[in-house]
């Protein structure tokens, strides 16, 4: 065997090592996504501007759910922005599969007609939901989430709410498939909406 033979047998068996290592990390991650979400997730029961809402009633759609609040200055905005982006990118039938959901974890502040004005701005279809203090502490432990609202002194807010900064993806059949932490970039979201439809 040649010298330059051997090398482009060395280079092909680096790159299929590499390959090999990438695929099983990749295998690992969504199993570690799964195990993550197993037993989490399931029905529930909120209000919006059009009346009560459940989550069964999107059986058969892709729903990509995030908890949050109106005033939240930063982490709420960014991570919606870059749900509608993602279901953007996608071609108009995938779009039409696809229900994005924003959970309020801020009821006593943010009213239907705000929560409308605030989802439609980041996409048509999004739906602006909320319930009681104590069925949302429910719903997000339900859903591995948090959410506390921490006292701000000098301030005309009053309070601010510290929350968990996921996207949830939740099956045509309710059931919950994996979160997407904050920062992850809209082509990744995009990827994981495309994978799951």
Request: hydrophobic content about 40%.
């Amino acid at each position: 065997m040649s010298r330059q033979a051997k090398l482009i047998y060395i280079i092909f068996l680096g790159l299929f090592f590499a390959a090999g290592l990438w695929l099983a990390q990749q295998s690992m991650q969504q199993e570690d996504a799964s195990t993550a979400t197993s037993g989490l997730g399931g029905e529930f029961v909120l209000s919006s501007i059009d009346g009560e809402v459940r989550l069964s009633d999107y059986q058969g759609k892709l729903v990509a759910l995030y908890f949050g609040f109106l005033s939240c200055p930063d982490a709420c905005p960014t991570a919606l922005a870059s749900m509608a982006a993602a279901i953007r990118s996608l071609d108009p039938k995938q779009q039409d599969q696809i229900q994005p959901l924003f959970i309020s974890v801020d009821p006593e502040r943010d009213s239907f007609e705000n929560m409308a004005a605030y989802t439609a701005y980041f996409y048509p279809t999004m739906k602006g939901l909320t319930g009681d203090l104590a069925y949302l502490e429910r719903l997000t432990k339900q859903y591995g989430a948090y959410f506390r609202h921490i006292p701000l002194a000098d301030s005309a807010l009053a309070y601010t709410v510290d929350h968990t900064s996921r996207i949830y993806l939740i099956d045509q059949q309710g059931k919950l498939l994996t979160t997407i932490p904050h920062n992850t970039s809209a082509t990744d979201i995009a990827l994981q909406l495309q994978d799951n439809l």
